[in-house]
Protein backbone atom coordinates (compact mmCIF):
# COMPACT_ATOMS: atom_id res chain seq x y z
CA UNK A 1 0.00 0.00 0.00
CA UNK A 2 1.62 3.29 -1.20
CA UNK A 3 1.48 6.14 1.32
CA UNK A 4 0.14 8.98 -0.76
CA UNK A 5 0.62 11.46 1.76
CA UNK A 6 4.15 11.04 2.75
CA UNK A 7 4.51 13.17 -0.56
CA UNK A 8 2.59 16.56 -1.65
CA UNK A 9 4.12 18.47 -5.08
CA UNK A 10 2.37 21.85 -5.61
CA UNK A 11 2.60 22.77 -8.43
CA UNK A 12 1.85 26.60 -9.11
CA UNK A 13 1.21 27.14 -13.11
CA UNK A 14 1.09 24.88 -16.23
CA UNK A 15 4.26 22.65 -17.06
CA UNK A 16 5.06 21.83 -20.48
CA UNK A 17 3.74 18.55 -21.68
CA UNK A 18 7.18 17.09 -21.68
CA UNK A 19 7.86 17.52 -18.19
CA UNK A 20 4.77 16.59 -17.02
CA UNK A 21 5.43 13.48 -19.43
CA UNK A 22 8.27 12.60 -17.62
CA UNK A 23 7.33 13.74 -14.33
CA UNK A 24 4.85 11.05 -14.56
CA UNK A 25 7.20 8.30 -15.71
CA UNK A 26 9.36 8.76 -12.96
CA UNK A 27 7.13 8.81 -10.29
CA UNK A 28 5.35 5.45 -11.71
CA UNK A 29 8.74 3.96 -12.15
CA UNK A 30 9.72 5.08 -8.46
CA UNK A 31 6.95 3.60 -6.76
CA UNK A 32 6.99 0.22 -9.72
CA UNK A 33 10.96 -0.51 -8.33
CA UNK A 34 11.05 0.59 -4.53
CA UNK A 35 7.40 1.10 -4.20
CA UNK A 36 7.96 4.20 -1.76
CA UNK A 37 7.21 7.57 -3.00
CA UNK A 38 10.00 10.16 -4.18
CA UNK A 39 11.74 12.48 -1.39
CA UNK A 40 12.57 15.96 -1.95
CA UNK A 41 15.93 15.46 -2.90
CA UNK A 42 15.53 12.90 -5.38
CA UNK A 43 12.44 14.97 -6.83
CA UNK A 44 14.86 18.26 -6.90
CA UNK A 45 17.53 16.05 -9.02
CA UNK A 46 14.94 14.38 -10.91
CA UNK A 47 13.85 18.03 -12.49
CA UNK A 48 17.05 19.63 -12.47
CA UNK A 49 17.29 21.69 -15.78
CA UNK A 50 20.65 23.47 -15.52
CA UNK A 51 22.13 21.96 -18.94
CA UNK A 52 22.55 24.44 -21.95
CA UNK A 53 21.36 23.42 -25.32
CA UNK A 54 24.83 24.07 -26.75
CA UNK A 55 25.75 20.77 -25.33
CA UNK A 56 23.93 19.01 -28.14
CA UNK A 57 25.50 21.18 -30.83
CA UNK A 58 26.89 20.74 -33.63
CA UNK A 59 23.22 20.28 -35.29
CA UNK A 60 23.98 20.13 -38.76
CA UNK A 61 26.71 19.40 -41.13
CA UNK A 62 28.62 22.45 -42.61
CA UNK A 63 28.68 23.08 -46.21
CA UNK A 64 32.37 24.01 -45.65
CA UNK A 65 32.99 20.51 -43.73
CA UNK A 66 35.42 18.36 -45.80
CA UNK A 67 32.31 15.44 -45.26
CA UNK A 68 29.52 17.63 -46.71
CA UNK A 69 30.59 16.80 -50.69
CA UNK A 70 30.18 12.73 -50.15
CA UNK A 71 27.14 13.23 -48.24
CA UNK A 72 25.65 15.66 -50.24
CA UNK A 73 26.55 12.87 -53.53
CA UNK A 74 24.70 9.95 -51.53
CA UNK A 75 21.60 12.41 -50.41
CA UNK A 76 21.23 13.47 -54.36
CA UNK A 77 21.91 9.37 -55.12
CA UNK A 78 19.00 9.07 -52.45
CA UNK A 79 16.63 11.20 -54.22
CA UNK A 80 17.29 9.93 -57.68
CA UNK A 81 17.12 6.33 -56.76
CA UNK A 82 13.65 7.19 -54.26
CA UNK A 83 12.02 9.38 -57.37
CA UNK A 84 12.92 6.44 -59.89
CA UNK A 85 11.22 3.55 -57.60
CA UNK A 86 7.94 5.55 -56.89
CA UNK A 87 7.34 6.73 -60.55
CA UNK A 88 8.08 3.34 -62.04
CA UNK A 89 4.58 2.05 -60.22
CA UNK A 90 1.30 2.30 -61.16
CA UNK A 91 -0.60 4.01 -57.85
CA UNK A 92 -2.49 1.05 -56.59
CA UNK A 93 0.88 -1.03 -56.83
CA UNK A 94 2.46 1.74 -54.67
CA UNK A 95 -0.48 1.67 -52.06
CA UNK A 96 -0.41 -2.30 -51.73
CA UNK A 97 3.59 -2.35 -51.38
CA UNK A 98 3.24 0.67 -48.80
CA UNK A 99 1.02 -1.51 -46.31
CA UNK A 100 3.62 -4.65 -46.80
CA UNK A 101 6.58 -2.02 -46.34
CA UNK A 102 4.71 -0.91 -42.81
CA UNK A 103 4.38 -4.24 -41.57
CA UNK A 104 8.48 -4.99 -42.66
CA UNK A 105 9.28 -1.82 -40.95
CA UNK A 106 7.23 -2.74 -37.72
CA UNK A 107 8.92 -6.15 -37.54
CA UNK A 108 12.80 -5.06 -38.28
CA UNK A 109 12.18 -1.44 -35.85
CA UNK A 110 11.23 -4.03 -33.11
CA UNK A 111 13.80 -6.70 -33.59
CA UNK A 112 16.30 -3.64 -32.79
CA UNK A 113 14.66 -3.73 -29.78
CA UNK A 114 14.81 -7.35 -29.07
CA UNK A 115 11.38 -7.65 -29.72
CA UNK A 116 11.08 -10.62 -31.90
CA UNK A 117 7.53 -10.26 -33.21
CA UNK A 118 7.17 -12.98 -36.32
CA UNK A 119 5.53 -11.75 -39.56
CA UNK A 120 2.50 -13.87 -39.17
CA UNK A 121 2.20 -12.96 -35.92
CA UNK A 122 1.68 -9.57 -36.82
CA UNK A 123 -0.64 -10.09 -39.51
CA UNK A 124 -2.73 -12.15 -36.83
CA UNK A 125 -2.80 -8.69 -35.13
CA UNK A 126 -3.93 -6.75 -38.04
CA UNK A 127 -6.65 -9.03 -37.82
CA UNK A 128 -7.61 -8.82 -34.16
CA UNK A 129 -6.26 -12.35 -33.67
CA UNK A 130 -4.10 -12.02 -30.79
CA UNK A 131 -2.16 -14.66 -28.60
CA UNK A 132 -4.00 -15.94 -24.87
CA UNK A 133 -0.33 -15.59 -23.89
CA UNK A 134 -0.33 -12.40 -22.19
CA UNK A 135 3.75 -11.80 -22.91
CA UNK A 136 3.13 -12.98 -27.18
CA UNK A 137 -0.14 -10.45 -27.34
CA UNK A 138 1.38 -7.30 -25.67
CA UNK A 139 4.18 -7.83 -28.72
CA UNK A 140 1.20 -7.97 -31.07
CA UNK A 141 -0.13 -4.84 -29.70
CA UNK A 142 3.26 -3.11 -29.94
CA UNK A 143 3.34 -4.15 -33.52
CA UNK A 144 -0.24 -2.98 -34.28
CA UNK A 145 0.09 0.20 -32.63
CA UNK A 146 3.65 0.74 -34.80
CA UNK A 147 1.87 0.04 -37.71
CA UNK A 148 -0.97 2.31 -36.97
CA UNK A 149 1.64 5.12 -36.49
CA UNK A 150 3.47 4.54 -39.61
CA UNK A 151 0.15 4.66 -41.38
CA UNK A 152 -0.64 8.12 -39.78
CA UNK A 153 2.88 9.31 -40.90
CA UNK A 154 1.99 7.75 -44.49
CA UNK A 155 -0.95 9.62 -44.40
CA UNK A 156 0.71 13.35 -44.15
CA UNK A 157 -0.16 13.13 -39.79
CA UNK A 158 3.46 14.79 -39.70
CA UNK A 159 3.63 16.38 -42.51
CA UNK A 160 6.56 19.53 -42.16
CA UNK A 161 6.74 18.71 -38.38
CA UNK A 162 8.58 15.61 -37.68
CA UNK A 163 11.19 16.70 -35.23
CA UNK A 164 8.04 19.32 -33.51
CA UNK A 165 8.00 18.09 -30.19
CA UNK A 166 4.46 18.13 -30.61
CA UNK A 167 4.81 15.50 -33.06
CA UNK A 168 7.15 13.11 -31.53
CA UNK A 169 4.82 13.33 -28.72
CA UNK A 170 2.00 12.18 -30.91
CA UNK A 171 4.25 9.19 -31.92
CA UNK A 172 5.25 8.35 -28.51
CA UNK A 173 1.73 8.44 -27.54
CA UNK A 174 1.46 4.83 -29.36
CA UNK A 175 4.22 3.51 -27.52
CA UNK A 176 4.90 2.66 -24.09
CA UNK A 177 15.14 1.75 -22.11
CA UNK A 178 18.14 1.18 -20.81
CA UNK A 179 20.62 3.56 -21.84
CA UNK A 180 24.14 2.69 -22.36
CA UNK A 181 27.10 5.29 -21.00
CA UNK A 182 25.20 8.54 -22.05
CA UNK A 183 23.47 9.98 -19.47
CA UNK A 184 20.99 11.75 -21.09
CA UNK A 185 19.70 15.52 -20.31
CA UNK A 186 17.64 15.81 -17.21
CA UNK A 187 13.76 16.07 -17.45
CA UNK A 188 13.39 19.88 -17.05
CA UNK A 189 15.84 21.00 -19.39
CA UNK A 190 14.19 18.37 -22.15
CA UNK A 191 11.98 21.17 -23.59
CA UNK A 192 14.43 23.42 -24.42
CA UNK A 193 16.55 20.77 -26.08
CA UNK A 194 13.55 19.56 -28.08
CA UNK A 195 13.04 23.44 -29.12
CA UNK A 196 16.57 23.50 -30.39
CA UNK A 197 16.17 20.36 -32.13
CA UNK A 198 12.72 21.18 -34.50
CA UNK A 199 14.31 24.41 -34.85
CA UNK A 200 17.34 23.10 -36.21
CA UNK A 201 15.94 21.07 -38.48
CA UNK A 202 12.52 22.20 -39.70
CA UNK A 203 13.52 24.64 -42.08
CA UNK A 204 16.39 22.94 -43.66
CA UNK A 205 16.99 22.37 -47.71
CA UNK A 206 15.75 19.00 -49.21
CA UNK A 207 19.90 17.66 -49.35
CA UNK A 208 20.34 19.33 -45.83
CA UNK A 209 17.17 17.27 -44.69
CA UNK A 210 18.22 14.21 -46.06
CA UNK A 211 21.75 14.53 -44.10
CA UNK A 212 20.11 15.72 -41.43
CA UNK A 213 17.77 12.40 -40.84
CA UNK A 214 20.95 11.20 -39.93
CA UNK A 215 22.38 13.58 -37.49
CA UNK A 216 18.76 14.38 -36.02
CA UNK A 217 18.60 10.23 -35.38
CA UNK A 218 21.43 10.82 -33.11
CA UNK A 219 20.24 13.81 -31.09
CA UNK A 220 16.81 12.80 -30.61
CA UNK A 221 18.79 9.01 -28.90
CA UNK A 222 20.99 11.61 -26.87
CA UNK A 223 18.40 14.12 -25.66
CA UNK A 224 16.31 10.52 -24.45
CA UNK A 225 13.27 12.12 -23.54
CA UNK A 226 11.55 9.15 -22.52
CA UNK A 227 11.61 6.49 -20.26
CA UNK A 228 10.95 3.83 -22.88
CA UNK A 229 10.55 3.78 -26.53
CA UNK A 230 13.12 6.26 -27.81
CA UNK A 231 14.55 4.24 -30.67
CA UNK A 232 11.46 3.36 -32.39
CA UNK A 233 9.87 6.94 -31.85
CA UNK A 234 13.20 7.99 -33.74
CA UNK A 235 13.20 5.53 -36.71
CA UNK A 236 9.41 6.84 -37.54
CA UNK A 237 10.79 10.02 -37.06
CA UNK A 238 13.70 9.15 -39.56
CA UNK A 239 11.27 7.63 -41.54
CA UNK A 240 9.04 10.71 -41.65
CA UNK A 241 11.67 12.85 -42.50
CA UNK A 242 12.71 11.41 -45.40
CA UNK A 243 9.09 10.78 -46.61
CA UNK A 244 8.98 14.65 -46.27
CA UNK A 245 12.06 15.50 -48.62
CA UNK A 246 11.96 12.25 -51.07
CA UNK A 247 7.68 11.73 -51.02
CA UNK A 248 8.91 8.02 -50.56
CA UNK A 249 5.19 7.00 -51.14
CA UNK A 250 5.72 4.75 -48.07
CA UNK A 251 7.36 1.61 -50.45
CA UNK A 252 10.87 1.93 -48.71
CA UNK A 253 11.94 1.59 -45.01
CA UNK A 254 15.32 2.52 -43.13
CA UNK A 255 14.43 -0.10 -40.90
CA UNK A 256 15.61 -3.42 -42.41
CA UNK A 257 18.93 -1.42 -43.32
CA UNK A 258 19.41 -0.70 -39.53
CA UNK A 259 18.28 -4.02 -38.09
CA UNK A 260 20.76 -6.09 -40.82
CA UNK A 261 22.96 -4.26 -39.20
CA UNK A 262 22.51 -3.42 -35.86
CA UNK A 263 25.88 -4.17 -34.25
CA UNK A 264 27.35 -1.27 -36.56
CA UNK A 265 24.42 1.33 -36.44
CA UNK A 266 24.01 0.82 -32.31
CA UNK A 267 28.44 1.57 -32.19
CA UNK A 268 28.05 4.19 -34.11
CA UNK A 269 25.12 5.75 -31.69
CA UNK A 270 27.67 4.86 -29.03
CA UNK A 271 30.44 6.72 -30.93
CA UNK A 272 28.31 10.06 -31.07
CA UNK A 273 27.64 10.17 -27.72
CA UNK A 274 31.70 10.53 -26.65
CA UNK A 275 32.99 13.80 -26.35
CA UNK A 276 33.17 15.88 -29.62
CA UNK A 277 36.85 15.59 -31.52
CA UNK A 278 37.08 18.76 -33.69
CA UNK A 279 34.95 20.73 -36.24
CA UNK A 280 35.45 18.33 -38.71
CA UNK A 281 34.45 15.38 -36.66
CA UNK A 282 31.43 13.90 -38.44
CA UNK A 283 31.65 10.21 -37.12
CA UNK A 284 28.40 8.39 -38.28
CA UNK A 285 26.64 10.36 -40.89
CA UNK A 286 28.04 8.57 -44.05
CA UNK A 287 27.05 5.62 -42.56
CA UNK A 288 23.31 6.31 -41.95
CA UNK A 289 23.11 7.45 -45.50
CA UNK A 290 24.81 4.54 -46.67
CA UNK A 291 21.68 2.58 -45.31
CA UNK A 292 19.39 4.78 -46.53
CA UNK A 293 20.84 5.00 -49.92
CA UNK A 294 21.51 0.61 -49.70
CA UNK A 295 18.18 0.16 -48.97
CA UNK A 296 17.05 1.04 -52.35
CA UNK A 297 19.76 -0.29 -54.55
Known amino acids: MKDSSALRVVVTRKLPAVIELRLGELFDAHFN ?22 LM ?7 SSKHYEKLADLSLDLVACSTGLRKSLPDPVVRALSGLVRSMNCYYSNLIEGHNTHPIDIERALNEDFFQDERKRDLQLEARAH ?25 HRHFHVQVGRHVPVSPGAVPRFMTRLDGAFRMCGKVDKIIAAATAHHRFLWIHPF ?67 GNLH
Open 33 to 54: VQDRPMGRDELLEAVQDNEDVS
Open 147 to 171: IAVQSWIDEGGLAGSATSTQGILEI
Open 57 to 63: EPMLISS
Open 227 to 293: MDGNGRVVRLMSYAMLDDSLDTGGIWSIARGLARNEKSYKAHLAACDLKRRNDLDGRGNDFFCQIFS
